[in-house]
T-cell receptor, first 109, second 115 residues
Framework: AQRVTQPEKLLSVFKGAPVELKCNYS??????LFWYVQYSRQRLQLLLRHISRESIKGFTADLNKGETSFHLKKPFAQEEDSAMYYC???????????FGTGTKLQVIP | DTGVSQDPRHKITKRGQNVTFRCDPISEHNRLYWYRQTLGQGPEFLTY????????KSRLLSDRFSAERPKGSFSTLEIQRTEQGDSAMYLC?????????????FGSGTQLSVL
């Protein structure tokens, strides 16, 4: 079974402060991990994935297999980062994508 | 608009009625997913297709729910004998199996309200 846990429902930070959105997963094999984002009145969309090792809009995420975590980080929060963030996992062999419950990021001006 | 489209956007029905939703994926995408989302929760997996084959259906899903993708293009999700607990946003997403299969493109969803 594959499971994704996001312990925080809401994270409020001031503009310019660092951001860390937590994600832990449960999967017996080697998963693919992703972060999806939903801005107000927009569709859910892919933000980044661990295999790409990319930085999107200043966000990065490192897969830590020992801690089974995939936390999303940004050094300096911007107001436009306010959104719902969902951590997601896909199992080996092109399996389905499973989502966490989401964290609402609120950046205070 | 060449994105994923869902119809209808909103559906209000009485308990016990049957409802059917439609999803049109991006044309070259061969994977199609259905998710359900309630307030404060993330998208909950319901089922997914690769072309016309239904690869998996959530074990949590009641037998009242059925999905089809007869020609590997559009898909329908039917809920029979609706219950108030079925009230939710039903999301459809598609992806390309051959490249970036995990990059899901979502529709705007169908909001179901069961009275």
């Amino acid at each position: 079974a594959q499971r994704v846990t996001q312990p925080e429902k809401l994270l409020s930070v001031f503009k310019g402060a660092p951001v860390e959105l937590k994600c832990n997963y449960s999967y017996s094999g080697s998963p693919e991990l992703f972060w999806y984002v939903q801005y107000s009145r927009q569709r859910l969309q892919l933000l980044l994935r661990h295999i790409s090792r990319e930085s999107i809009k200043g966000f990065t995420a490192d897969l830590n297999k020992g801690e089974t975590s995939f936390h999303l980080k940004k050094p300096f929060a911007q107001e436009e980062d306010s959104a719902m963030y969902y951590c997601a996992l896909s199992g080996e062999g092109y399996q389905k994508v499973t989502f966490g419950t989401g964290t609402k990021l609120q950046v205070i001006p | 608009d060449t994105g994923v489209s869902q119809d209808p956007r909103h559906k209000i029905t009485k308990r016990g009625q049957n409802v059917t939703f439609r999803c049109d994926p991006i044309s070259e995408h061969n994977r199609l997913y259905w998710y359900r989302q309630t307030l404060g929760q993330g998208p909950e997996f319901l089922t997914y297709f690769q072309n016309e084959a239904q690869l998996e259906k959530s074990r949590l899903l009641s037998d009242r729910f059925s999905a089809e993708r007869p020609k590997g293009s559009f898909s329908t999700l039917e809920i029979q004998r609706t219950e108030q607990g079925d009230s939710a946003m039903y999301l459809c997403a598609s992806s390309s199996y051959r490249r970036d299969y995990e990059k899901l493109f979502f529709g705007s969803g169908t909001q179901l309200s069961v009275l």
